[in-house]
């Protein structure tokens, strides 16, 4: 293996300098890499550890998002090159402020919804699941509508991980769709629906997975059922995301936009 | 309202700029921040729109992660002081690599989770979740234990969304903590058992909110359930997470490198 190993190293969950990593080293595109992270990395042991297992590795590249300036002392004293969040940030960002950064600012900042918030939406989005409970849609932050399989509960589960959002998500059946209107009772609601839709290849493809064989699974049905509901949104004046190349991070960001 | 306003402009999701606005806003605890996301600017007149609510917003501080050099020459051009991951960072990463960053690398790295596993993920999640389909138990990467109430559900679905790992979780109720031991279904996979416990003030308060003044919900229930499953825990010798300060992200972080 001639690729590079791309080192993430915090003192906390590494979810930040990993999501950096990637996006710098997504514009070396023609590189192989691999990505190791190390987290809660929080004392200057267990960077000395970290050093260890760096120098041990051939083509290191690290990134880092460690607060504390002396454990980034400690990964430049051993001569290992590192790109720093904070080194290469916070002091851009200082300046302009006027003020220092406080290594000790730590995790805890104001603007992420808590834990009892995400939690409560998460379970919100299980009870609202797959049109259950439709009693407590208009408790619902945003309404998910779109056929099976068309990816309503990974989209509403991330809503309420990552944002702490009630999404509550309702399937179109066969039924519905033969009925030749969204339901009663979401139209009661909307403001706040969201059609999903994607190509009938793809919504095939996953449905085949699950299902082979299934007249469930066949494109032709796709098609009709993808037909149907997309009039629906149509007729209703819904916001329609086409998820079929999207991740959900990126379904989700429409959404909390939408 | 004298706070600053933290503009996280991204030409995609814009969740790599929100996590690195925070962890570095986080280094100066007492401004007062509000962060305003505005994703999917990957075009010079959505560039143009976003300028102009900047301009209108009194304080801003504009974090930025623009692929293309152009889009972010706009933002420069409008006097507008920004911090942009890929200026700040990408270039010393192209430096130690003898390689200019090419913008259009675009947001396909190879090193996430792709689509499919994460919401293969998910369904194993909730098809495995609080105790469901045990005889699936031996698909799982990893399977949580505890009591009601103490994190399970949410994080196994985090650790799928994020990751794309697939995590059981299992529920110990009052009748398997009095028979002595974990169950035997259980203990069948022990290196891949995750104990997770919290203090029984936490454990009370989060039951308190969903049954309130219940025998369920009392100090004492808590206490005594938390007291048998970290028994058997220690007993077995599990690692265990105790997650009564820990937001999903961690105890998620944890979990992947336990």
């Known amino acids: ?13 590494g979810v930040t300098v990993e999501s950096v990593a990637k996006s710098v080293m997504a514009q070396f595109p023609r590189l192989e890499c691999s990505l190791i992270t190390l987290p809660f990395v929080d004392s200057v042991d267990k960077v000395r550890q970290a050093v260890g297992r760096i120098l041990d590795t051939p083509r290191p590249l690290v990134f880092s998002s460690l607060t504390d300036p002396q454990l980034r002392a400690v990964l430049r004293d051993a001569g ?43 379970n919100f989005a299980l009870n609202l699941d797959d049109g259950l409970n439709p009693e407590r849609l208009d408790q619902a932050d945003l309404i998910l ?12 589960l991330y809503l309420a991980l990552q944002y702490g959002m009630r999404a509550a998500n309702y399937p179109l059946t066969p039924d519905d769709l033969e009925q030749g209107d969204l339901p009663a ?37 796709c098609r009709l059922e993808l037909g149907a ?15 079929t190349r999207m991740s959900v991070e990126e379904i989700a960001a429409h959404l909390r936009h939408s």
């Open 1 to 13: 293996m001639n690729g590079y190993s791309v080192f993430c190293v915090s003192d906390h969950t």
């Open 80 to 122: 290992i090159q590192t790109f720093d969040i904070f080194d290469l940030v916070a002091p851009a960002v200082g300046a302009a402020l006027g003020q220092i950064a406080t290594p000790s600012g730590g995790h805890t900042h104001g603007m992420a919804p808590d834990y009892e918030t995400r939690i409560d939406a998460v």
């Open 145 to 156: 509508v779109g056929v099976s399989r068309v990816g309503k509960t990974p989209t509403a």
């Open 185 to 221: 009772l979401l139209t009661a609601h909307l403001p706040r629906l969201r059609g999903l839709t994607l190509s009938a290849e793809r919504l095939a493809a996953l449905r085949q997975a699950r299902y082979p064989d299934s007249r469930y699974a066949s494109l032709d049905q």
């Open 229 to 243: 509901a997309e009039r629906f949104f149509r007729r209703h004046g819904l916001p329609v995301i086409d998820t």
